[in-house]
Every structure is written in structure tokens, then in C-alpha cells.
């Protein structure tokens, strides 16, 4: 069993819908990333939360420590929203820490 | 936001040769700099962590002799594929680590023909 998992591995939804991408690890940490990755392999990371909920324009993400458990939401999707969605835990709470991988959200939006 | 920079993007090398990988944090210091491979389809794999000044910390089954890791300065590592063959055809990300943000590079496609 992976220490992270994502749900669903595939996600094919149509212009304006509301997403959810799930994220749940087994161990405990320090912090929670949520990465995007476009086509051609750049990576950006979204955002870094340890607790409660962050919200950038239409991305919104939340976290629930005791239920180990993460979701991204993306409200009025859009084509360009098409990516690999990756959740990444650190383990530590030094500066440097590694990052544990899910294998990642393939999100098709479709106009 | 900080930026990190790889060089090259891609890259074909023939079976054999050898191949160098650089990794920049444009803006900032990283004291931590992480190497990843990706395959198709699949997530991304630490390879190694690089600390400025100090040997690289390899992730089991890496070899090291073969993926060599630099971090000669506060700003740039670089990871040199030796003797590369095909089956080390890949997708190679670096990351730069700042206070607990990583910055991730846009990658390098390395083909070994």
C-alpha cells in the first residue's frame, strides 16, 4: 500500500464543472503539496498546507489532519486546467525535507 | 516566486556517453537540492538529495557511480548520466529547496539512442 494515495486516477469532466481530487496518506506529516504538471513535464506547485484550507483563484485546497485526508477543488474548470494533479507529503519539519508522491490525477476538461 | 531553471530541456546522446544535467535556483539559495526521475505514466522517483558542499544521499537502488551529483555552490547541481545506455531514457526533474517550499525545475528529457 502506498503511503499516499490520490482518487480518482482519471478524471475527464466538461468546461465549468466543480472538481474534486482526493489525497490520502498512512503516516504523519508535516506538510501536504499539492503539484501541477502540464504536458510537457514542467512541475508548478500549487500549494503547501498542514492545516485548514487555502484558496488561490478557482483552486482551493483543504486538509483534515486527523483523518489524514486532502482534497483540491478547481470550481468553473476550464481546458487549460487539463494536467496531472500530484499530492506530495513531507515527513519532516526540517527545511529540505523530502517529498512522498501519489501517483498522480490525470484531469482531462473538455469545452 | 523563486524560479529554478534546468539546462538542457532535452537531450539525445548515443549509448556510452556520458551526459551533464544542471539545475539553477535563479533567485534564491537552496542548501537542498533533490533529483527526480520520471517515467511515462508513472509518478515521480527520488533519486538522490543534494546538500551544498556535502556528498549527495542516494535513494536504494541508485547508483551513484552512475548518476553522479554535484552541489558545488548554493545555486546549481548537476547530475551527469555516465556511460548512459537506453534503459536510462528518461524524464529528469530537479528541485530546489527553500525554508519548506520546493521549486521544481521544468525537467529534461534525456534520450540514450
Known amino acids: 500500500k502506498n503511503e499516499v494515495e490520490q482518487s480518482p486516477q482519471n478524471l475527464t469532466a466538461q468546461e465549468g464543472e466543480f472538481i474534486t481530487i482526493n489525497c490520502s496518506y498512512s503516516?504523519?506529516?508535516?506538510?501536504l503539496h499539492w503539484l501541477q504538471q502540464h504536458p510537457g513535464g514542467g512541475i508548478v506547485s500549487l500549494f503547501m498546507?498542514?492545516?485548514g484550507k487555502k484558496k488561490h483563484g478557482r483552486l482551493i485546497a483543504t486538509i483534515n489532519i486527523q483523518e489524514k485526508h486532502s482534497s483540491l477543488h478547481i470550481t468553473a474548470s476550464h481546458p487549460r486546467d487539463s494536467a496531472v494533479y500530484i499530492c506530495?507529503?513531507?515527513?519532516?519539519?526540517?527545511?529540505?525535507?523530502?517529498?512522498?508522491f501519489g501517483e498522480g490525477t490525470q484531469l482531462t476538461v473538455n469545452p | 516566486g523563486a524560479v529554478v531553471s534546468q539546462h538542457p530541456s532535452w537531450v539525445i546522446c548515443k549509448s556510452g556517453t556520458s551526459v551533464k544535467i544542471e539545475c539553477r535556483s535563479l533567485d534564491f539559495q537552496a542548501t537542498t537540492m533533490f533529483w527526480y526521475r520520471q517515467f511515462p505514466k508513472q509518478s515521480l522517483m527520488l533519486m538522490a538529495t543534494s546538500n551544498e558542499g556535502s556528498k549527495a544521499t542516494y535513494e536504494q537502488g541508485v547508483e551513484k557511480d552512475k548518476f553522479l551529483i554535484n552541489h558545488a555552490s548554493l545555486t546549481l547541481s548537476t547530475l551527469t548520466v555516465t556511460s548512459a545506455h537506453p534503459e536510462d531514457s528518461s524524464f529528469y526533474i530537479c528541485s530546489a529547496s527553500q525554508l519548506y517550499e520546493q521549486y521544481f525545475g521544468p525537467g529534461t528529457r534525456l534520450t540514450v539512442t
Open positions: 506530495a507529503v513531507s515527513l519532516s519539519q526540517t527545511s529540505g525535507s523530502r517529498l512522498t
Open positions: 498546507l498542514s492545516s
Open positions: 503516516v504523519g506529516i508535516s506538510a
